[in-house]
Nanobody
């Protein structure tokens, strides 16, 4: 009964910016960690950014260009993507570790949002 819904993907030119959102809804007691992954055609899904508590971490390929943030009051994570490159093109997925009021902790995935960067 927990859902993650991503939004904000689309088409951008190289050097441009996009902002992705991931909203968690349902019966949520707490969110331990939220992450963004991406998967390009023919490639494995890779971890892009993590936010847990006050700490963030990034893949080397996006450091200095992408910023992950979180609004706890809205159970929403964001991924601000600047200086986009064609190689950033992929389906971006949100992942969250969520605890319900029944003290059950599970891993949840969103449906993904397409990001396409043209050169």
């Amino acid at each position: 009964q927990v859902q993650l819904v991503e939004s904000g993907g689309g088409l951008a030119q190289a050097g441009g910016s996009l902002r992705l959102s991931c909203a968690a809804s349902g019966t949520i007691f707490s969110i331990r960690r939220m992450e963004w992954y991406r998967q390009a055609p023919g490639k494995q899904r890779e971890l892009v950014a993590t936010i847990s508590g006050g700490s963030t971490d990034y893949a080397d390929s996006v450091k200095g260009r992408f910023t992950i943030s979180r609004d706890n009051s809205k159970n929403t994570a964001y991924l601000q993507m600047n200086s986009l490159k064609p190689e950033d093109s992929a389906v971006y997925y949100c992942n969250a570790v969520i605890t319900t009021p029944q003290a059950i902790t599970s891993n949840y995935w969103g449906q993904g949002t397409q990001v396409t960067v043209s050169s």
